[in-house]
C-alpha cells in the first residue's frame, strides 16, 4: 500500500509535522526506531520556548523560531499541554560585555521579538533577587515561556493520530530510496514502504538520510548537554529563565522553573561521537553546578533528584536544513533541529506540511479537528471537583505515585488514550508517575501491575523504555 507521506521520527518535529499535514486529505505514515514517541532529542532538553532573539537576523533558525514562539501558546489551548509565559532574562556580568547584550537587543528588534528591553541592575534585583552580585543590567524578552517537551510531543502526535494519522513504532528506518517513476521507497527492518513523498526528522540521524537522497551532503555531530533537575521545594528560588550572554556553543547554562514547579539547571556543550551518547559525567555535572553560579547565586543543586543528558542534532553550519531537496522532488528535511528546536517545532511542522501538501496537490481535510483534551490532573482539582471525579470513577482516588500525587485513574487514561503509553517511561512521561523526590522507587511496581493488566501481558513483559530494556529478568525463587 502506498502512503502520501511517510514522516521519520517521532519527536517534536516530526509529530508538528504529523499534526499540521492531518489538516489535509491522504494517508499519512509516521515511523518511529523507539517504542513511544518523544524518546529522542525531544525528551531530554531545556524546556525553552525562546523569544527569538539570539539566532542570526535572516536565517532559518530566526524564522521558525520568532513565528513558533508566536503560535506556542494558542497551541497549548488548542491541544491542552503546560505553557508558561514566565519570561526569560539574558544577564551580562560586566559593563566590558554591555556592547555584546546591546548587539543582542538591536538583533532581536531585527527579527521582529516583540517588547524586548535591557532593563538594569536596579531592576533586575527587583524581578530576580538571587541574580548574581556581578549582574550589571540584562535582556529582557517578556514573550520567552516554558512548556512540558513531553506534553508538547504527545499532544501533537495524539492529535495527528486523531485526525488518521497512522504511528508505527519499535520500526527502524534503515534506507531511502528514490523510485524512477517518482516517489520513494522506505526500507524498514521489517518490510518495504512506498510514499510519494518523504519527510526526514530523524533527529541526529537526519543526515544519514539526507545523503542517502540529496546531491549536496550535510553532517550532523551529536551535541551532549547535562543537566540537573531540582526538587519543588527549589521552586521560586528563580522566576524568570535566567540566560547567560552566548558564547560558541551556545547559550551556556540556563537556571530556569518549570511548568512543574521544579528548576532546572543546565546544559553542558559536549561535541561527541556516538550518536546514543546520553550518559551524565561527573565533570559535566560539576561544570553544571560552576557556571550556574555565575548567573544565579546560592543555587540549590543539593536538592537535585535527578540528573540527565540530550544530544542536540548539531548541522555543522549552525543552521536548520528545511525543505525539499534539490532536484528530488517529495524529499523534504527538518534536519540539523538544535536549540531553539523545541520553540521552532510547530512553525516547522506547519511549513513543512504544507510544503508536502502543495507537491502533492492535497486537499484540505474537511473533518480535521484542531481540538485534543489532555489527562486530568486530579491533584489541581478542587476538593468538590475531585470527589464528583472520583464518584464516575474510583480509580481517580487511589494515588500511585505520591510524589507527584498520580492517581490510578490518570495512569489508566495514559495507557488508552490514542498512543498510549505501554512503558513505565511512557506512563511517566505522560503523567508524571516517577518523576518526584523518589524517582519512582515507590510507585514503579504498582504502575507495571497496571500497565500488565491493562495491556494483557505478563509482569515480565513490561519495560522501561521498549524491548532492550527489560525490568524483570527472572523470578528468585526459580533460581534457588
Known sequence: MEY???????GVTGSAAARFLSRYQGRFLVLERASDVCEGTSKANSAIVHAGYDAENGSLMAKYNVRGSEMMEDLSKELDFAYDRCGSLVVCLSEEDRPKLEKLYENGVKNGVKD??????????????????????????????????????????????VNGTEFRFNTEVKEIREKPEGGYTVVTEKEELSARAVINAAGVYADRFHNQIADTRIHITPRKGEYLLLDHTAYGHVRHTIFQLP????????????????????????????????????EGLAEVIEKSALAVKNVPTRQTITSFAGLRAHEDGHEFVIGEAAGHPGFFDCAGIESPGLSSAPAIGEAVSDMAAQRLGLQKNEAFTAKRKG???????SVSERNELIKKEPAYGQIICRCESVSEGEILDAIRRPLGATTLDGVKRRVRAGMGRCQAGFCSPRVMEILARELGKDLSEITKKGPES??????AKDRI
Open 247 to 282: 558564547g560558541k556553543y551556545g547559550k551556556g547554562v540556563l537556571v530556569s522553573p518549570t511548568v512543574h514547579k521544579n528548576i532546572l539547571v543546565g546544559p553542558t556543550a559536549t561535541d561527541i561521537d556516538d550518536p546514543e551518547g546520553v550518559n551524565t559525567t561527573a
Open 375 to 381: 489527562i486530568v490532573k486530579a491533584a489541581e482539582l
Open 4 to 10: 502520501d507521506v511517510i514522516i521519520i521520527g517521532a
Open 116 to 161: 524586548l528591553r535591557i532593563v538594569e541592575r536596579a531592576e533586575l534585583l527587583e524581578m530576580e533577587p538571587n541574580i548574581s552580585d556581578q549582574a550589571v543590567a540584562a535582556l529582557y524578552a517578556p514573550t520567552g515561556a516554558i512548556v512540558c517537551p513531553f506534553e508538547l510531543t504527545i499532544a501533537l502526535a495524539e492529535n495527528a493520530a
Open 470 to 475: 527489560p525490568i524483570i529478568v527472572g523470578i
